[in-house]
């Protein structure tokens, strides 16, 4: 059973470059998150594998005043935020799951970017998604970011993102890297997300970005 997927070392330390590298548009997703939300009911933001902090990064320099929590099983991903935030006072990070959160405290919006695709389908998805729910309050928003497609949409648009990858990069790498997104990690297909989404408790979501194999997802807790 996947539960977690675990950040460590070369992993943790190589992070942003990792994904700038092999996610296309990933730096404009992330600052246009902000004012997407800027209308949620209240500023109460929950980061839900929140790794190094590049979703809060954001959020601090938003115009408006968010309290943010961030989340993450990664103590070395954790360590790399906090150091960036340790002195932002309306910044509170946490190492472990979402399940250990105290249910009492409800948050009016939150993110999931980058994570659920390393969660098997039986019953994890499902699972990290009620947690969060659970930690929402009626009407909250919630974003999320993850690689999206039924196999054979997986595979059409891998080859797309073999176009847009940055020149340089070395081809045993990249078959490597592609050939995990296809055969090792959890994608599930648009309708399996939605019917995930609706079943843990959010309304039918919204498919609002794409980039390839990434898909953006906009929701609400019911
Ligand atoms: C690809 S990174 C994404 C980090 C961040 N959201 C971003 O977009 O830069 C995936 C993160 O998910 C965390 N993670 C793994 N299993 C998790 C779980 N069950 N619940 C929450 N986070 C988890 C990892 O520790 C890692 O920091």
Redesign the pocket.
Known sequence: MK???I?ENERATGYNQF?ETWIPNYNYFLDRLPKLLSDANGKELLV?????G??IERFVKAPEHWTITGI???PE?IKQANDKFHNHDNVKLFTG??SELEIEKKYSVATL???LH??DDNGNKLN?LKDIADRLVSGAAFVMLDITGDKNQIKQNLKVLRHLLPDGLDAEQINNRLSRIENELFAVSEERLSELLQEAGFEKPLRFFQSSIYMGWLTKKK
């Open positions: 539960k977690v997927e950040f994904v839900v594998g929140c790794g190094t590049n979703e993450d099983p990664s991903m799951l979402v970017l980058l994570v390393f969660l990290l």
